[in-house]
């Protein structure tokens, strides 16, 4: 048993949740993937438990995302993501051509890091940001790596997954 293995065992049991081979698999597979969708998460976890279903990686990831185990981004236009660097208050950079995600860190330090002029009586506690832009690769003009990327995104299935 690893480390991480450790690590994330702790944090389902400090979460309320069962320890299952499914929810360690998913956690170590944000590991090497973040801001993985569903499918890259199904796709990793099948490589060590074989007969997991893709339905029961969005069931896990529900119940990890519910219990504040992982984060849930949804870049306009682009299938749900998932990743576990978590209460940091970081940002998304995103490309407009290839859909690829990056880390920002957060522009100010602490949430929320924008002060809305007009709060509307609200106790605002974040701010989402999404910053977009081209990546290397595609502002470096590399087609081969856009056209890989949008038949990956053409064959995302429509799955809508309750938070
Ligand atoms: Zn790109
Ligand atoms: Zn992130």
Not at 131 to 145: I, K, M, N, Q, V
Request: charged content about 25%; proline content about 5%.
């Amino acid at each position: 048993m690893t480390e991480i293995d450790d690590a994330d065992r702790s944090a389902l049991k400090a979460a309320g949740l069962r320890v299952t081979e499914q929810r360690l698999a998913v956690l170590r597979a944000l590991d090497g993937s973040p801001h993985a969708s569903s499918d890259e998460v199904h796709a990793r976890v099948v490589e060590v438990l074989p007969r997991t279903a893709l339905q029961a990686v969005y069931v896990v990831l529900a119940a990890l995302t519910g219990a504040g185990l992982v984060r849930r981004i949804e870049p306009a236009g682009s299938p749900a993501r998932y990743e576990k660097r978590l209460g940091d208050n970081h940002h998304h950079v995103v490309c407009t051509v290839c859909g690829s995600v990056s880390d920002v860190d957060c522009v100010v330090g602490h949430a929320p890091c924008l002060t809305p002029s007009n709060d509307a009586g609200y106790v605002v506690q974040t701010a989402e940001v999404t910053f977009w832009g081209l990546c290397p690769r595609c502002a470096a003009g590399d087609d081969e790596a856009v056209d890989e990327t949008a038949d990956a995104l053409a064959d995302e299935p429509e799955v809508v997954v309750a938070r």
